[in-house]
């Protein structure tokens, strides 16, 4: 287990993103047998957000009697209905509704989802969440977002902890934000540490979430053996300084599995990590942090 920073919560090195069990395609029993697998493999963290669907619920559902072996984080500012979006109405009662889904009386780190810089320098809508926190209703104040809004986020003070995107092929925040949060011992989740596996597609992905990434390993011409490409990456992100834990989206034990193996391996060897940073410094084309 990480220290969160200075937060006093402890996070399990990798997380489950819990995206996949908002799918209706996954059924209850699939789902049930995902969270608790999951804890079971001492993967404890388990990140969501109001517009992952059901999947409030079924953390709620599935984890409620396990509540003290997780720490439960979730995102917010939005989709409140009735009630205008990035307001400190859409904070307040976005709180409460996942408290609701969740079936806790309080949520471990809950984070402005994607918060514009301006709404953030406004200042009501981070009050609102400090608010929740003086409550008990939340543990952490958190922003989830890229590039000078998370600067921002970092720099204010305001926050316990940040997420954002790092992987191979997305490494500004590494000696930016990243570092930063370090210094003032805040707790930083990894988003997209396997950069949605865009060597999977033999021709660019166009108009899917991969493209980009799948532009830049392009770029990049970088070989990772001896590792295969989903060990490197999430060793890559997963042991990046500053970093406590790392999301990884999937709705199947076998892949959660794999993914727990490699990171038992550790860290990269200094060599190949020093490779990796080279390789996208080198061919760095303003490559700014992906939403």
Known sequence: MNAFGSTGIEVSRLGLGAGGLGDVGLSENEAE??????VDRGVTFVDAARSYGAAEERIGRFLGPRRDE????????????????WTGDAVRLGVEGALRRMRTDCIDVFHLHSC???????????????????AGKIRVAAYSGENAALSHAVESGAFGSVQCSVNVFDQRAIEGAIAAAARREMGVVGKRPLGNCAWRFAERPSGQYAEEYWLRMRAMAFDPSPLDWGELALRFAAFTPGVCTVVVGTTRLEHLDANVRALERGPLDDDLRARVRAAFVAHDDGWIGQI
């Not at 047998?33 to 999951?38: P, S, W, Y």
């Not at 997780?70 to 979006?85: E, F, H, N, P, R």
């Not at 320098?121 to 926190?133: C, K, N, Q, T």
């Open 116 to 134: 514009p810089v301006d709404v953030l320098a406004r200042g009501d809508v981070v009050e609102a969440l400090l608010a929740a926190r003086r």
């Open 33 to 38: 047998r995902l969270l608790l697998g999951a």
């Open 70 to 85: 997780v720490v439960l984080s979730t995102k917010g500012g939005y989709g409140v209905d009735g009630v205008a979006d």
